[in-house]
T-cell receptor, first 112, second 115 residues
Framework: AQSVSQHNHHVILSEAASLELGCNYS??????LFWYVQYPGQHLQLLLK??????LVKGIKGFEAEFIKSKFSFNLRKPSVQWSDTAEYFC??????????FGRGTSLIVHP | GAVVSQHPSRVICKSGTSVKIECRSL??????MFWYRQFPKQSLMLMAT?????????EQGVEKDKFLINHASLTLSTLTVTSAHPEDSSFYIC???????????FGQGTRLTVV
């Protein structure tokens, strides 16, 4: 069975700080990987996704993520966060079951 | 891109009543849809897999008689919370996989409050 682990549950940063959120998955086969964002009171939005090819994927709003197969990781990064990035971030994996499995989520608070 | 529409976005109901949540794939057909539940400050937990034309598959611990799922067409799945209680208050989200199941598209979610 596939599973996803997000190590940072709560992250607090000041504006312009750099961000990296960890995501590790467990699944032996080919996976598709996703990062979703959920702003307060809103629904899930796709930030970026990885299917194949270049392991460094760029998403919306300046976010990027790097797939490192040997580490089973798909960490999310942003060089300089903004107050508007305050949200909940979810890593998800789609493996053999074709059912998305989500990590616990990371709550990011950015102070202006 | 593909769109999944979920309705209603918010509902408040009295304890003991039933609530129906609809999930529609607007521009593609979905033989399978997924229903998730999200508690405050927690992740999305898969409740069940809805299958068009057949019975839904429920995850362990989910009461199938309480959470009735119907997938009557290739574009519509419904989740009915029967005899709702305050502990059923939660955020419910549906999802439909893309053709080829390479990714999933999510509805806007339904905030259910049982008073």
């Amino acid at each position: 069975a596939q599973s996803v682990s997000q190590h940072n549950h709560h992250v607090i940063l000041s504006e312009a700080a750099s961000l990296e959120l960890g995501c590790n998955y467990s699944y032996g086969g080919t996976v598709n990987l996703f990062w979703y964002v959920q702003y307060p009171g809103q629904h899930l939005q796709l930030l970026l996704k990885y299917f194949s090819g270049d392991p460094l994927v760029k998403g919306i709003k300046g976010f990027e993520a790097e797939f490192i197969k040997s580490k089973f990781s798909f960490n999310l990064r942003k060089p300089s966060v903004q107050w508007s990035d305050t949200a909940e971030y979810f890593c998800a994996v789609l493996g053999g079951s074709y059912i998305p499995t989500f990590g616990r989520g990371t709550s990011l608070i950015v102070h202006p | 891109g593909a769109v999944v529409s979920q309705h209603p976005s918010r509902v408040i109901c009295k304890s003991g009543t039933s609530v129906k949540i609809e999930c529609r794939s607007l521009d593609f057909q979905a033989t399978t849809m997924f229903w998730y539940r999200q508690f405050p400050k927690q992740s999305l937990m898969l409740m069940a897999t809805s299958n068009e034309g057949s019975k839904a598959t429920y995850e362990q611990g989910v009461e199938k008689d309480k959470f009735l799922i119907n997938h009557a067409s290739l574009t519509l799945s419904t989740l009915t919370v029967t005899s709702a209680h305050p502990e059923d208050s939660s955020f419910y989200i549906c999802s439909a996989p893309s053709t080829g199941s390479t990714e999933a598209f999510f509805g806007q979610g339904t905030r259910l409050t049982v008073v």
